[in-house]
């Protein structure tokens, strides 16, 4: 399974502020997604980002208050702009596993985020 | 509405005990995951099961597939604190992975 990483791990920020969370992998992987999990909640997924191309949004969520990066195989970046308390949730980046077709999902430790 | 519905919400028991976690779905799988997610962590995953009836054990925990794949269940035996998480399962759908709201256990000693 491949080794995630996320920073920062935590941070607390004001309304109207912006945050970069930046997810790194210990190898080479085509798919990677960005989840958002609210407090007490199950997880939800913002997009989906492939390497050299547009990420792929799910509904309720746009580009222009998550806009993502993916200048490689092995790193992404999700920001979230213009934030208020209601963005305040853990944000999680995954990878799919290599075991072929069975979508399996390998979890970074997250970003606590709470917005004043 | 969860196209996965996770039962129940939320389980506390004693060490020993033995516990059972629900994944029910109208709709039919290809493969299912279960994970746990212990406190400021990312879920891990446990297991895929694939094939209807499917029975698969890790340690003291059996993981059940269902004839149909709609459903899953989740036993652990003689639990022990370590157990303690919030327990997902998820299902490929629509072309990604669709999570339950999660089952947290919690044990104590």
């Known amino acids: 399974s491949a080794v995630i990483s996320q920073k920062p791990s935590r941070d607390i920020c004001q309304r109207g502020t912006s945050l970069t969370i930046q997810c790194q992998v210990d190898?080479?992987?085509?798919?990677m997604f960005w989840y958002r999990q609210q407090p007490g909640q199950s997880l939800t997924l913002i997009a989906t980002?492939?390497?050299?191309?547009?990420?792929?949004?799910e509904s309720g969520f746009v580009i222009d208050k998550f806009p993502i990066s993916r200048p490689n195989l092995t790193f992404s970046t999700l920001t979230v702009s213009n934030m208020s308390p209601e963005d305040s949730s853990i944000y999680l980046c995954?990878?799919?596993?290599?075991?072929?077709?069975?979508?399996?999902?390998?979890f970074g430790p997250g970003t606590r985020l709470t917005v004043l | 509405t969860q196209l996965l519905e996770q039962s129940p919400q939320f389980l506390s028991i004693q060490e020993g005990e033995n516990l059972t976690v629900y994944c029910n779905s109208s709709?039919?799988?290809?493969?299912l995951q279960w994970y746990r997610q212990e406190p400021g962590e990312g879920p891990v995953l446990l297991v895929t099961?694939?094939?209807?009836?499917e029975v698969k054990k890790l340690k003291r925990l059996t993981f059940q597939f269902g004839d149909a794949r709609k459903d899953s269940s989740l036993h652990i035996t003689a639990a022990q604190p370590g157990d303690t998480g919030l327990y997902l399962c998820?299902?490929?759908?629509?072309?990604?992975?669709?999570f339950g709201a999660g089952t947290q256990v919690v044990v104590t000693p």
């Open positions: 709709s039919v799988f290809s493969s």
């Open positions: 980002a492939n390497q050299g191309s547009e990420a792929t949004y």
């Open positions: 998820a299902g490929e759908g629509w072309g990604k992975l669709q």
């Open positions: 099961v694939v094939t209807g009836g």
């Open positions: 995954s990878v799919e596993g290599t075991s072929g077709s069975y979508n399996e999902q390998f």
């Open positions: 190898s080479q992987v085509t798919m």
